[in-house]
């Protein structure tokens, strides 16, 4: 009985393990399927080709840099600002400008700017950024240390008043130079809100609307001319929000400026660097000239070759008779240094 009842339990153990083997090479076969249909799969998608009884739609693109909003409008205007003396202005500038003379003439009484004494130059500025606004530069010029120098916005419309921005006033800035101060900053905001722009703008133009309106190194120009950046401005978004914007300027306001926006569309801050010196012109052309000694001849006075190298050194040995009244024997190349001459 025992003998019987371990054979029936030793065949059973081997059913077991034939049931094991059986089990575990049906798996490797399903992998073995599952590996070559995804191999498969791999190869039909790298080659673009459709599965079988598939279809194929492509992907729309994705845009992999996604640009702020506030920087949409950038490059849109053009980026110069034409600067026109009062002969060569618009008849229709000119009637603006007449109608608003006792208003400016007001404004200006109030930073003591001397409007009413003296000859004032005057010129437009043309800014494509700021196109509802008439802009006028005034300068008076008594010499060295004594400028005095304005600007004045006029509003197109109905919406806004004429404002005056003053920049220097017999020589001086009245609180700190006109480019960086709040007052210039305050006014160029509000002329901003009169334009309706919102906290969209073409940022590099505005910002070169900002440098020709605020400049204290111009000159004013006899004829049209144009303002215009040298080479291409940086445009950068700040830390917190808002933008900046960095460009340099040729005459006539040379100068490196950074103009900083918040986030709001508002001007907050700039920067500004002047090129040279305080008075800043066109180096006339230089003239080379030849300082130092004239070099020895080369020839003699026969026109032959004089030799050229060092001078030798020594002195020559003298032809005459000795101080015995003796004659000097010749040398020859048997004495030696220790031989009495």
Not at 19 to 24: D, G, S
Not at 54 to 70: G, N, S
Not at 169 to 178: E, H, K, V
Request: hydrophobic residues 40%; aromatic residues 6%; charged residues 20%.
């Amino acid at each position: 009985m025992r003998a019987a009842l371990f054979l029936r339990r030793e065949s059973g153990s081997r059913r077991v393990v034939v049931w094991l083997r059986m089990i575990r090479n049906l798996l490797i076969a399903v992998l073995v399927i599952l590996t070559a249909g995804m191999a498969g799969f791999l190869a039909y998608g790298q080659t673009g080709e459709a599965l079988p009884g598939t279809k194929v739609r492509k992907l729309p693109r994705v845009q992999e840099e996604t640009l702020d909003p506030r920087l949409d409008q950038a490059g849109k205007l053009p980026r110069r600002v034409a600067v026109h003396p009062a002969n060569t202005m618009k008849q229709e500038d000119k009637d603006l400008a007449a109608g608003t003379v006792a208003t400016i003439r007001q404004r200006a009484a109030f930073f003591d700017l001397g409007f009413s004494e003296g000859d004032w130059q005057q010129s437009q500025l043309d800014c494509p950024a700021l196109a509802q606004h008439l802009f006028l530069r005034f300068t008076r010029d008594r010499g060295a240390g004594d400028v005095s120098m304005f600007v004045a916005s006029i509003p197109r419309g109905k919406d806004g008043r004429v404002r005056v921005i003053p920049i220097l006033r017999r020589g001086y800035a009245l609180i700190s130079p006109a480019p960086t101060n709040r007052l210039t900053i305050a006014a160029f905001n509000q002329i901003r809100a009169e334009e309706r722009m919102g906290e969209k703008a073409d940022w590099p133009a505005l910002s070169l609307c900002y440098a020709a309106l605020s400049s204290a190194r111009w000159a004013e120009p006899h004829e049209d001319v144009v303002l215009t950046p040298l080479g291409s401005e940086t445009l950068e978004l700040t830390e917190n929000g808002g933008v900046s914007v960095a460009l340099e300027l040729d005459t006539p306001a040379p100068g490196r400026w950074v103009v900083i926006y918040d986030r709001k569309g508002q001007l907050s801050g700039t920067e500004y660097t002047p090129f040279g010196n305080e008075t800043w012109r066109p180096l006339p052309p230089t003239i080379t000239e030849i300082h130092g000694r004239l070099l020895p001849p080369t020839t003699d006075v026969k026109g032959q070759p004089l030799p050229l190298g060092p001078t030798p050194a020594g002195k020559p040995l003298p032809t005459g008779p000795g101080p015995t009244g003796q004659p000097i024997p010749p040398t020859s190349p048997a004495d030696s240094q220790t031989k009495p001459q």
